[in-house]
């Protein structure tokens, strides 16, 4: 029972510092200001957040600075050296090979690629950022799920709260996959909110749909 309270509240303090690093990426991030936000020494917390996420706190940090960077790439007008330098990157250089290596093209050609259009023209030869869709049966299958309220744009918040309690809770382990839930029109505005959901398959054992992931409410069904 120690043991498993123990786990607990690692993944806790794990998502903890997740919503911290989301809140302040602008900010130094450092390690010891996270083992700061975890109360724990930097030594010790380097090695539990590893275990837990299978990355480094740094490397979190670079993963949702570039996550940024691309949806401002498509969603902005700023140039690439302001997307670039509120990424963290001092030249455009540097920081066109770090999201050349996440996103496998550079960032002039991922903003032309996939820059959302409101006023498509009429003698454009192909839709941008559209993706073909295809229609499948599957089995059922039971999810856990957390949902997600606002901008479809930042469901990636959701993502990091869903796999980090899967990981502790054990989920990966069985299950593979990922899933998101639209409910609602991108297009209509604010205040209107936009309701969607993550979701990951999960294969549960005996007792295993009690734990509940804090404080993101993840749902089974």
Same mark, same amino acid.
């Given at each position: 029972?120690?043991?498993?309270? @123990?786990?607990?509240?690692?993944?806790?303090?794990?998502?903890?510092?997740?919503?911290? !690093?989301?809140?302040?990426?602008?900010?130094?991030? *450092?390690?010891?200001?996270?083992?700061g936000v975890a109360?724990?020494?930097?030594?010790?917390?380097?090695? !539990?957040?590893?275990?837990?996420? *299978?990355?480094?706190?740094?490397? @979190?940090?670079?993963?949702?600075?570039?996550?940024?960077?691309?949806?401002?790439?498509?969603r902005s007008s700023d140039t690439i050296k302001s997307v670039a330098a509120r990424a963290g990157y001092g030249s455009v250089e540097a920081f066109s090979r770090a999201f050349r290596s996440a996103y496998g093209e550079p960032p002039a050609t991922?903003?032309?690629?996939?820059?959302?259009?409101?006023?498509?023209?009429?003698?454009?030869?192909?839709?941008? *950022?559209?993706?073909?869709?295809?229609?499948?049966?599957?089995?059922?299958?039971?999810?856990a799920a957390v949902a997600h309220y606002g901008d479809y744009?930042?469901?990636?918040? @959701?993502?990091?709260?869903?796999?980090?309690?899967? @990981? *502790?809770s054990d989920v990966l382990k069985e299950a593979h996959g990922a899933a998101a839930v639209y409910y609602d029109d991108p297009a209509i505005p604010p205040p209107f909110p936009r309701t969607s959901g993550a979701r990951k398959p999960a294969w549960w054992s005996p007792g295993i749909s009690d734990r509940k992931p804090s404080p993101a409410t993840a749902k089974s069904g």
């Open positions: 029972m120690n043991r498993e309270r @123990t786990r607990l509240d690692y993944v806790s303090r794990v998502e903890r510092v997740k919503e911290y !690093i989301f809140e302040h990426l602008d900010d130094d991030l *450092g390690l010891d200001r996270l083992a109360a724990f020494s930097h030594y010790h917390w380097h090695r !539990i957040y590893r275990a837990i996420t *299978g990355e480094t706190a740094a490397q @979190t940090v670079k993963r949702l600075r570039l996550h940024r960077a691309a949806s401002e790439l498509i991922y903003r032309e690629r996939t820059q959302l259009s409101d006023r498509p023209s009429p003698d454009r030869k192909k839709e941008i *950022g559209m993706y073909d869709v295809e229609i499948k049966n599957l089995e059922p299958l039971k999810l744009m930042e469901i990636g918040r @959701t993502f990091e709260a869903l796999m980090t309690w899967a @990981t *502790g």
